[in-house]
């Protein structure tokens, strides 16, 4: 059986970490164009559900973790205008595109943007308020490694809000979406990125994650508690949350 530390971008001997910077430095230029067309733009509507959700908590010290081209962070900004957030990731080529958009934005003062390594993020404990990462958990070459850092940094009584794709159980929405991931995606992928396998990882990587109650295990496994889930459109989103204890 297939996990997410097994599933690679491109080969099975390199380090999966090794291989996410690689992928997503290449799909960088058309990432927000992907992300857009994929969904049909449902995807801000995710966003921005996880965003009120974290709104009730008020935090004033956020981290965005694989925060990518920064629309999550940015969304934060706008809707907590007390709080900074500090975004980080892998890929040098979609924080270069994520900075840009920040200044556009005029959130320069109150988002930074920085590469780092979601297994050994370089703060101290209990440093943040809130811990979040949008459609970046299926990319961990250690998942629980992962959890357990993001813990780490969290404060007591701090949130953690995972926002991923999700592999629906109804009977008649699952095939569709096994045709439209498996089947559509790559071949549009294909067209539009310069990296065709990147979009073939995709369903790849979403089908191997641990999901629904198996996640929230993960999740208290890592130290945190009160781990909720929340479905969305038809299952083919989730959004994860918890507490530190």
Known sequence: MSTPETIK???????KTEQV??????IAPAYDFMNRAMTFGIDKLWRSKAVGMVRRHAPARLLDVATGTGDLAIKLARKLPSAHITGIDLSEGMLEIGRKKVDKAGLTERITMTKADCLALPFADGE?????????????????RGYAEMARVLRPGGMLCVIE???PDGCIVRPLYKLYTRRIIPVFGR????DPRAYTYLPESIAAMPQGEKMLRMMEEAGLTHAALNKLTFGTCTIYTALKR
């Open 128 to 144: 943040f308020d809130c811990v979040t990462v949008a459609y970046g958990v299926r990319n961990f070459e250690h998942l629980d």
């Open 9 to 15: 971008p491109y080969d099975g001997k390199r380090p």
């Open 191 to 194: 067209m539009i990125s310069d």
């Open 165 to 167: 794709l999700s592999v």
């Open 21 to 26: 910077e690689e992928m997503f430095n290449s």
